[in-house]
């Protein structure tokens, strides 16, 4: 298996975007809650933004949106840092990754990504999961720092989603994750 991290980011696309994350001031989740429409299992990746943004309501975090296309028509009143419709190519979206705390994301290219920029991940997976992500573990061999946040039963996203909170209040308050 690879070594993480095995994808770097060219220091001028990362200098390129030091002053655009600056002005999301704390610690920086990046979101990924929409796969590809035309994906034959599309439907079943997602528990959409809302509940995405529910499970982390009232978490001081700044929210950056890593989502390319968008299905859902807009966040409404959220507070999300949307610098994607600048976004040129992956190296734009790499740079941005390098520099968030953590990414939030279902199973998307977006989350190998950050895998292979060895940056923490919260992967959201439907059950059954992609046979990659295997069965029954929360760690992966491909991505050290991934957290798979599983669905106990098809469609039910209530515990990968306070299993997110769980992560992230356990991230902003600098505590390890126990086995």
């Known amino acids: 298996l690879p070594r993480t991290p095995y994808l770097t ?22 979101l990924v809650w929409l796969g590809n429409p035309l994906h034959w299992d599309d439907h079943r990746r997602s528990p959409g933004l809302a509940a995405l943004l529910r499970a982390m ?18 966040v409404g009143a959220v507070a999300l840092h949307d610098w994607m419709g600048e976004v040129q190519d992956f190296t734009d979206t790499a740079a941005i990754v390098a520099g968030l705390d953590a990414v939030v994301s279902i199973d998307s290219s ?4 950050a895998g292979a920029l060895d940056r923490p991940v919260c992967l959201l997976l439907p059950e059954p999961a992609e046979w990659r992500w295997l069965r029954g573990v929360d760690r992966t061999e491909w991505y050290p720092r991934h957290r798979l946040l599983r669905q106990a039963r098809p ?17 902003l308050a600098g505590r390890p994750r126990t086995p």
């Open 57 to 74: 309501q009232g978490l001081p975090v700044q929210l950056v949106s890593l989502q390319k296309e968008r299905a859902e028509g807009g």
């Open 155 to 171: 469609g039910d996203w209530t515990e990968p989603l306070r299993q997110l909170r769980e992560e992230l209040s356990r991230a």
């Open 9 to 30: 980011v060219p220091a001028a696309a990362q200098e390129a975007w030091r002053s655009r994350l600056a002005e999301a001031a704390g610690f920086k989740v990046g």
């Open 110 to 113: 977006v989350a190998h990504l």
